[in-house]
């Protein structure tokens, strides 16, 4: 399976320079990974904005319902500076597939950032976006961004790369421009749409079906934002699992009964959140290859991304974050 590289802004601290505001650097295993398979783009924005390396750090404070970015020590103001600097960098990518941003940064951190609640008061905190990472939010409402932290859940990350990986083979087929191209993807993404959203996928597909009506653009447009919001929200357990035994019942009289009970017993496993989806979808690909089940082996479903992405072995937590 060949995996068009994704697109991916990063923040630069995360194993890329050391320009932290104590003059550290943070590397981060999964970003290191997905070097070998995405373009990164790596932006500081505190240095873009001037703030050299070292410097004082800079909090969010809350003036009323005002969010500043205050830096304590010199009683700088950095607001207009960096909502200039994030509007300008964001509107000058030309292609992007997708966001990981530092976790709790005031700047990068895209939720859940600590605010101070008034610029003295250190004992009252609320939880906002940073400036940068909320002005992404902003910008590419529908694009996967997520924190180096969240991705060390292995469902939240099957769930990114998954979207990454989707959206990027499907900027193949804007740039083809073919109907013949559209169904294609269409097809091979079925059971991985299935999975996400059964509603999104009949929508898609009633997308297509009006494609004598509409010119190629208009009708790419149009699919794309059914399969960005269908890719949306994590698919439920229950939707999966009925992928799955779906495809299962594609081997239904090639597999053993101790084969096809380790199977449903695996299932239950992914149910309870002790395994993730790609120990089930490793079988299902093993499985197609031995019977050559070429339904299968063309579904996206089976290899949405590249495989050294998601490890059980360091994936540490389960299904919520
Ligand atoms: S979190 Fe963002 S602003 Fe802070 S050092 Fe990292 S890249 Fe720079």
Redesign the pocket.
């Known amino acids: 399976m060949r995996y068009p590289r994704p697109t991916v802004v990063v ?3 995360l194993g890329f320079a050391a ?3 104590n003059g550290q650097v943070i590397p981060d295993e999964f970003v290191h990974k997905m070097k070998q398979h995405v373009d990164f783009i790596p ?5 873009e904005t001037g703030l050299g390396v070292p410097r004082p750090p800079v909090r969010i404070v809350m003036d009323g319902d005002r969010k500043i970015l205050y830096q304590p020590s010199t009683g700088r103001e950095l607001t207009l500076e960096m909502q200039d600097f994030s509007a300008r960098f964001l509107e000058s990518l030309e292609q992007v597939d997708g966001f990981i941003l ?1 976790n709790g ?1 005031p ?2 951190g895209p939720r859940n950032v600590k605010a101070y609640v008034g610029r003295e008061n250190v004992s009252r905190t609320v939880k906002r976006s940073g400036f940068f990472g909320g002005s992404v939010l902003a910008a590419f409402p529908d694009l996967p961004a997520e924190d180096e932290g969240r991705l060390r859940n292995f469902t939240l990350r099957e769930h990114f790369l998954i979207r990454l990986f989707t959206l990027r083979r499907f900027r193949e087929v804007e740039r083809i421009q073919t109907i013949g191209g559209l169904v294609d993807f269409h097809t091979r993404h079925k059971l991985l749409l299935l999975g996400s959203s059964q509603s999104g996928m009949r929508e898609m597909g009633r997308v297509i079906a009006r494609h004598d009506k509409k010119n190629a653009a208009a009708l790419l447009a149009e699919y794309r934002a059914c399969l960005e919001k269908a890719l949306l929200k994590p698919p439920s357990t229950g939707a999966v699992i009925n992928v799955l035994l779906h495809a299962f019942g594609g081997f239904s009289g090639d597999l053993s009964a101790g084969e096809k009970k380790f199977f449903l017993d695996s299932i239950e496993e992914y149910r309870d959140e002790r395994i993730p989806l790609s120990t089930l979808v490793y079988l299902l690909r093993s499985w197609s290859h031995r019977f050559g089940n070429r339904y299968l082996l063309d579904q996206v479903f089976i290899d949405p991304y590249p495989r050294d992405l998601v490890e059980i072995a360091d994936s540490g937590k389960g299904r919520d974050l």
Do not use: F
């Open positions: 923040s630069k601290c320009c932290r505001y932006v500081c924005p505190e240095m530092k940064s700047s990068c």
